[in-house]
């Protein structure tokens, strides 16, 4: 008959139930103590220096931000002084320059733009990359190497042809036009990460769905919606950031009817010298929707970019 363990004994007593010794009571500590070590030996070293680092390059990357929105509340005689002084009264002319040069029909463009296109940018990845994850066609490979191959063009290269192209058909400074044009830039982006996405849904519960006689529109919207909506709502950010801050196109395209807010962001660099004020007044609010976006959708946009990351 075998022994009984050590912890055995030094829990329930000697043989017969005597309480256990002293000295058995002290093996047991230090054995517990030893079994602690590993566990004490993974405990992050430096903690302090590195959340200290990490506040470091936080402010590091947000200080050229804070500049600008203090520049903004600065008149241009303050913001024009080398170097500026960040103790200058402050004032809101700078804003209301903004608005008194109309800056509203050139945010409503890059909204109705940025908005339109990420819409239109969903509703067509969103079916392609369930055929070329959960369903996939033949050669899939393939067809993701000929969306991956349409960024490998310069954008520069393609703008003769495509401003050819829009003024044959009469879309020369008309919104629509971007809104095209934003749709075929992001969708490539779009169908690679909406990909990557609804590959880790599970499949048991979709061939449940199936026998159970769902067809594909309830699928997609009761089943693969629902949890892919964080790499959902990470394209829909990108894909806006993306058509918010685009400039080549909006500025060879468009002119007073359809200009986008990165076309009159320029305006403000003339011939007559930087406004420098106004400027950084411009790109503050400017920079407004995308943070306020970004902010809203803050968790679903970090799940969605970590989704997949760890098996």
């Not at 349409?150 to 044959?168: C, E, G, R």
Request: proline letters at 7%; a positive charge; hydrophobic letters at 55%.
């Amino acid at each position: 008959m075998n022994a009984p363990p050590t912890g055995s004994l030094a829990r329930h007593g000697g043989p017969g139930g005597a309480p256990p010794s002293a000295a058995a009571a002290r093996g047991l500590m230090r054995r517990l103590r030893r079994a602690k070590e590993p566990e004490q030996g993974l405990a992050p070293r430096g903690g302090p220096l590195w959340a200290t680092l990490a506040w470091g390059l936080t402010l590091m990357f947000f200080a050229p931000v804070a500049w600008m929105v203090l520049t903004s509340l600065h008149t241009e005689a303050d913001a024009a002084t080398n170097p500026p002084s960040p103790l200058a009264s402050l004032t809101l002319n700078g804003y209301r320059e903004l608005f008194r040069r109309g800056v509203e029909p050139y945010l409503i463009n890059s909204a109705m733009a940025s908005l339109v296109s990420t819409a239109l940018v969903l509703a067509l990845a969103i079916p392609a990359a369930y055929a070329l994850s959960i369903k996939p066609v033949e050669k899939w490979t393939d067809v993701m190497f000929f969306f991956l191959s349409t960024k490998f063009l310069p954008a520069i290269a393609a703008l003769l042809p495509v401003y050819l192209i829009v003024k044959k058909i009469g879309l020369l400074d008309n919104i629509w036009a971007l809104i095209i044009l934003y749709t075929a830039m992001n969708l490539p982006i779009a169908i690679w990460m909406m990909r990557s996405f609804l590959a880790e849904v599970p499949r048991e519960i979709l061939e449940a769905a199936e026998v159970d006689g769902a067809g594909l529109l309830r699928v997609l919207t009761l089943i693969v919606w629902p949890i892919s909506m964080p790499g959902v709502a990470a394209t829909a950010l990108i894909c806006f950031i993306f058509s918010w801050n685009e400039f080549m196109l909006a500025v060879n395209l468009t002119g007073v009817r359809a200009g986008t807010a990165p076309v009159f962001l320029v305006g403000f660099i003339t011939s007559e010298g930087l406004f420098l004020a106004q400027l950084c007044a411009a790109a503050t609010l400017l920079s407004l929707p995308v943070l306020l976006a970004g902010w809203a959708a803050q968790d679903k946009l970090v799940r969605g970019l970590s989704l997949g990351a760890v098996k």
